[in-house]
Nanobody, 112 residues
Framework: QVQLVESGGGLVQPGGSLRLTCAAS?????????VSWYRQVPGKQREWVAS??????RYSDAVEGRFTISRDIRAKLVHLQMDSLRTEDTGVYFC??????WGQGTQVTVSS
């Protein structure tokens, strides 16, 4: 089993920054494995945002250059630093560990 707990969401103005954290635990979790962030808004499909794994960090076109994914191996944490936030970045952000483990999500709202 794997448990994922997200934190760090909140309300921020356009152009601002937030740092999300995914805390992972459980006997089946390997911090060196692939961990991803997704986001979802009501009425839309869940959207892939970024991943970090053996091949290095990868980003969707929508966030490339503004978001940075990183991990703290010792603490089993995966962070998503979000800069230059836009209103379209609003949504619930989820941490994902394959093949089926999701966190409960953390709300990010970008609004003036």
């Amino acid at each position: 089993q794997v448990q994922l707990v997200e934190s760090g969401g909140g309300l921020v103005q356009p152009g601002g920054s937030l740092r999300l954290t995914c805390a992972a635990s459980g006997p089946h979790f390997a911090i060196a494995g692939l961990v991803s962030w997704y986001r979802q808004v009501p009425g839309k499909q869940r959207e892939w945002v970024a991943s970090i794994g053996g091949g290095g960090p990868r980003y969707s076109d929508a966030v490339e250059g503004r978001f940075t994914i990183s991990r703290d191996i010792r603490a089993k944490l995966v962070h998503l630093q979000m800069d230059s936030l836009r209103t379209e970045d609003t949504g619930v952000y989820f941490c994902y560990y394959p093949p089926r483990y999701w966190g409960q999500g953390t709300q990010v709202t970008v609004s003036s």
